[in-house]
């Protein structure tokens, strides 16, 4: 690295190690899942606290700081005059439910051969920390900054992203935003998305009990369960079910899974499906539950979406991916709702369509959509010169040769008139046995790479500083 500013970034970084991870170690001990709204916690007391926290480390830093109603807040090198252009960037301090299969509580931040455990140690507290050390270095070093660095801290980004939507309601916008919570090296383009439940009519007389599963619908389930009236002797359990005999004319089937993010299905094992395909397997549930099955299990049988006949591909992004996320039985009716990421050469009122006409096939009226809400993709020229200078500086920093790409996770770049995803994940880096992915048990992240991808950041931001935005 032949930039003179390295040094001085390298023992900044380097230095503060411990104070990084003392603070990641705060942060993350907060639990962030959105609750009920209350006054002044817009998504729950759970966000609204993280957030705070957040804030509070900012001011700790010697940073400004400023909380927009517990929506989002942020923090700064310095104030920002109105008009005034600036740099940004945004991560989230809200997280997905901590689900099954910690090894450990997940909310204390632990430390194992070099990785972090803990919920959003990667997604997105751990980011939300290295930003806020970025801007320390940037306002600590005296660093001429033609541009003004804000860190936002969103509280919504997992559910709505209502955050960041208040924000642009409230708010000037960036001239340019990058947000560390996705991969390296830089992400110039996201697939849409298409999300809603597959709902049964109200099931009377039939077989199932109760049926549950999964902590998020953006999520692939790693357990689920469902009560069913029948006899033990009824069901040949397959690979990741297990039975258990209440001993009153029901059983309990368990499926057990494996879990990962519903941008990047591959490798997962949904619980959900398993227990579909057992039921089904067994012949003991009703016509109408039968019928609503065989359409579930079309949903589970390929993460393409082939058999619900949605599948795309326009080699531009990756094809489509499809995962059920959560099921519940609510007021007699099943409700099974999906997580779709899709490609530019389809959009939702085809997706709807395709699924609606896949359904009526396999079961009549039997399912129908509900909840249904879309986003379409963005895709932002690589050539551009703030993407060169981001993937010039990812390169130079960990000497790869790598490119812009596209992805099926959805960011909050895309509510920005200019923005990218930026780090800190590398997809080439395997997970020790003990650690877990984004979303899963035991979300892991090198702090190795944590402290790798700080440096990058400072740097990054440093050159930004030199275009015409």
């Not at 390296?184 to 599963?213: M, Q, R, W, Y």
């Not at 986003?375 to 990812?394: E, K, N």
């Not at 490119?403 to 995803?421: I, K, L």
Request: proline residues 7%; glycine residues 12%; contains cysteine.
């Amino acid at each position: 690295m032949n930039d003179p500013r390295w040094a001085s970034i390298d023992a900044f970084a380097e230095t503060n190690r411990d104070n990084i991870l003392r603070d990641i170690s705060r942060l993350c001990a907060v639990p962030s899942v959105e609750g009920k709204p209350e006054p002044g916690a817009p998504f729950g007391p759970g966000p609204r606290d993280a957030l705070a926290k957040a804030l509070e480390i900012a001011a700790e830093l010697g940073l400004d700081t400023h909380n927009a109603d517990n929506y989002i807040g942020w923090a700064e090198t310095g104030p920002i005059a109105g008009g005034q252009k600036f740099l940004a960037t945004i991560t989230h301090t809200d997280v997905v439910p901590e689900g099954n299969g910690w090894d450990a509580d997940p909310y204390t931040v632990r430390l194992r051969d070099g990785w972090l455990l803990g919920r959003g140690v990667a997604d997105d507290k751990g980011p939300s920390i290295l930003c806020l050390y970025a801007l320390k270095y940037l306002k600590d070093s005296g660093a001429a900054l033609r541009y003004p660095v804000r860190a936002l801290l969103g509280a919504n980004e997992e559910t709505g992203m209502l955050d960041v939507d208040y924000y642009a309601e409230h708010f000037e916008m960036p001239a340019f935003c990058f947000t560390p919570d996705a991969e390296f090296p830089v992400c110039n383009g996201e697939k849409g998305g298409f999300n809603g439940e597959i709902v049964s009519p109200v099931l009377t007389g039939g077989a199932i009990v109760d049926f549950a599963g999964g902590v998020a619908h953006n999520a692939v389930p790693d357990r689920a369960y469902c009560v069913v009236r029948a006899a033990a002797d009824a069901f040949h359990p397959g690979e990741g079910v297990t039975l258990e005999d209440n001993g009153d004319g029901t059983v309990t089937l368990r499926g057990w899974g494996k879990s990962g993010h519903a941008a990047m299905p591959e490798g997962t094992v949904n619980a959900i499906g398993l227990l579909v395909g057992c039921l089904l397997d067994s012949g003991i549930c009703s016509p109408a539950e039968t019928a609503y099955l065989n359409v579930l299990q079309k949903l589970h049988a390929a993460s393409d979406g082939s058999a619900l006949g949605i599948a795309a591909d326009d080699g531009l992004f990756d094809p489509l991916t499809i995962i059920g996320g959560t099921i519940e039985l609510r007021d007699g009716a099943l409700r099974q709702s999906f997580d779709c990421r899709y490609p530019t050469n389809t959009d939702a009122d085809r997706l709807t369509a395709a699924m609606t006409a896949a359904m009526t096939a396999v079961c009549g009226s039997a399912a129908h959509l509900e909840e249904v809400s879309s986003r379409v993709p963005f895709y932002i020229p690589a050539d551009s010169p703030a993407i060169q200078t981001l993937i010039r500086t990812y390169n130079e920093v960990t000497g790869e040769d790598k490119q812009p790409f596209t992805m099926g996770g959805g960011t909050y770049a895309r509510h920005f008139p200019f923005a990218v995803s930026f780090g800190p994940e590398h997809t080439d880096l395997p997970l020790p046995d003990f650690a877990g992915p984004m979303h899963g048990a035991n979300e892991g992240a090198s702090f190795d790479k944590l402290i790798e991808a700080l440096k990058i950041y400072i740097l990054a931001l440093l050159r930004l500083q030199e275009l015409e935005l």
